[in-house]
């Protein structure tokens, strides 16, 4: 099983560059959300995604968007890339909210802007 | 907004030993999830235990247990037995049941973990 695949692994870009992190998943799972990581902060909510074509704020959502076109992809776009967007970026899914189930995470993109 | 909390930024065990991390939340609801989560230099988050707020026995999962109290809203991870493999970053986590709560998990800072040889 393939699980949660993210790509890029890693990615460097000019301040005001945009581009989007991919996420997709295989596992036909309802929920989707992006998390940043940075040093000292755990992990923070970006977007999210309850299923295919609905989307919602978390809890640092401002310079991202997001689209769910698809159950099995969640992409993020960064459209002007700034250097506090340097961080490292999960991508996760789980059954569904309703359910206590497990949140499976992708590998992770770790992001530098300069 | 609920919170956590995990108040050591760095522990160290020896390999065999045991090794408690804490965890403690702030939350108004009564019904919520708490997980324990591993991240080694890989990158790859590993859930490795979870607690359903209103179950009282504590859950185990091999050499990882919890002691959760919830009138003190405290959640720490026991590692009996700890082995190389278990050096990593752990995250506590909280999810709520409800009210738009249930949609993320708010994670605490992480405690780094180094187990010594």
């Known amino acids: 099983n393939a699980g949660v695949t993210q790509t890029p692994k890693f990615q460097v870009l000019k301040t005001g560059q945009s581009m989007t992190l991919q996420c997709a998943q295989d596992?036909?799972?309802?929920?989707m959300s992006w998390y940043r990581q940075d040093p000292g902060m755990g992990l923070r909510l970006i977007h999210y995604s309850v299923g295919a074509g609905i989307t919602d704020q978390g809890e640092v959502p401002n310079g991202y968007n997001v689209s769910r076109s698809t159950t099995e992809d969640f992409p993020l776009r960064l459209l002007s890339a700034a250097p506090s967007q340097t961080s490292v970026y999960f991508c996760a899914s789980s059954y569904s909210i309703l359910l206590v189930s497990e949140a499976f995470f992708g590998q992770g993109t770790r992001l530098t802007v300069v | 907004a609920q919170t956590v909390t995990q108040s050591q930024p760095e522990m160290s065990v020896q390999e065999a030993e045991t090794v408690t991390l804490s965890c403690t939340y702030d939350?108004?609801?009564?019904?919520?999830?708490l997980f324990w989560y591993k991240q080694p230099p890989s990158r790859q988050m590993i859930l490795v235990i979870r607690q359903e707020a209103y179950k009282q026995q504590n859950a185990t999962e091999n050499r990882f247990s919890v002691n959760f109290q919830k009138a003190a809203k405290s959640f720490s991870l026991k590692i009996s037995d700890s082995q190389l493999g278990d050096a990593a970053m752990y995250f506590c986590a909280y999810r709520g049941s409800s009210g738009g709560s249930n949609y993320k998990l708010t994670f605490g800072k992480g405690t780094l973990l180094t187990v010594n040889p």
């Open positions: 939350t108004s609801e009564s019904d919520y999830y």
């Open positions: 596992m036909n799972h309802e929920y």
